[in-house]
């Protein structure tokens, strides 16, 4: 559900050139939102990595420890980003979701931060600077309207269970 991070725009160089992949409507069975990570990844494979691959075919290496998830979320908006003019989801994230990553980021600059939505790996940016606002994008290839649901649906994760399964039906009507 992931352009990423501090503004994203202005924070990771590059992101706009990022692989991703599409983002698919969570499945009705579920009613949850949907679940975001941020984790460190590897080029390479090493022991206790988890191996992820891209809609494009892109292989990453997933440490275990999440940097961030859907509770380090306060809001989120769909908007188009100025710079590429693709949808994107603009994530707000909680006190402690902003310390988490701005401590995560400067200790981390170089290393490849991968954004997962559902276990999906949908961008992963390399760190060019430490994050620092609180401020977190995903994007991926997504429509306005999945992007808008995307947000809808991690706004009211996890506070607001009985709106995500209503937003789930619209996503995925019988």
Known sequence: MLSILSTLAAAITGLAAALTTPIEGPSTARAAAPDVQLRFAESD?????TRVEDATGRV?????????STIDIASATARTDPVSATPVVELTLTAAGRDRLARATTNNVGRILAVLVDE?????????????????????????AQATDLALLLRAAPRDRSLAEALMGRLNPP
């Open 45 to 49: 494979p090493k022991h206790g990595l």
């Open 60 to 68: 990453l290496y997933l440490w275990p420890e999440t940097v961030l």
């Open 120 to 144: 999906a790996l949908i961008t992963a940016p390399v760190i060019r600077e430490p994050i620092l606002g609180g401020r977190v994008q995903i994007s991926g290839q997504m429509t306005m």
